[in-house]
Nanobody, 119 residues
Framework: VQFVESGGGLVEAGGSLTLSCAVS????????MKWFRQTPGKEREFVAA????????DYKDSVKGRFTISKDNAKNTGYLQMNNLKPEDTAVYLC?????????????WGQGTQVTVSS
């Protein structure tokens, strides 16, 4: 199983980025996909989730209205569109795919991509 994340980078506050998570070795249509983020010294935190069908989404309160999670099962790729970025969004963003909507300990993780938002 391999996850290849891309799309991170440096952006000014108010800018946008789209993260991609290309998956091989598993069929993404069988899995829920989630995005998490982590900064040094802090625990990994949930950002967004999308069900395996794509019909259900969930977001961290602070990103609602700014971030959009999606996935293209035909391309076996998940996305996180991030608009109106804020300095506090700076983190390493990681994608995750798993069968259980309520936990994230038994699935697959990407390697992470750095997002840096300057003020």
């Amino acid at each position: 199983v391999q996850f290849v994340e891309s799309g991170g980078g440096l952006v000014e506050a108010g800018g946008s980025l789209t993260l991609s998570c290309a998956v091989s070795g598993v069929t993404l249509s069988d899995y829920n996909m989630k995005w998490f983020r982590q900064t040094p010294g802090k625990e990994r935190e949930f950002v967004a989730a999308i069900s395996y069908t794509g019909r259900i989404t969930d977001y961290k309160d602070s990103v609602k209205g700014r971030f959009t999670i999606s996935k293209d099962n035909a391309k076996n790729t998940g996305y996180l569109q991030m608009n109106n970025l804020k300095p506090e969004d700076t983190a390493v963003y990681l994608c995750y795919a798993g069968s259980d909507w309520n936990q994230h300990t038994s699935g697959y993780w990407g390697q992470g991509t750095q997002v840096t938002v300057s003020s």
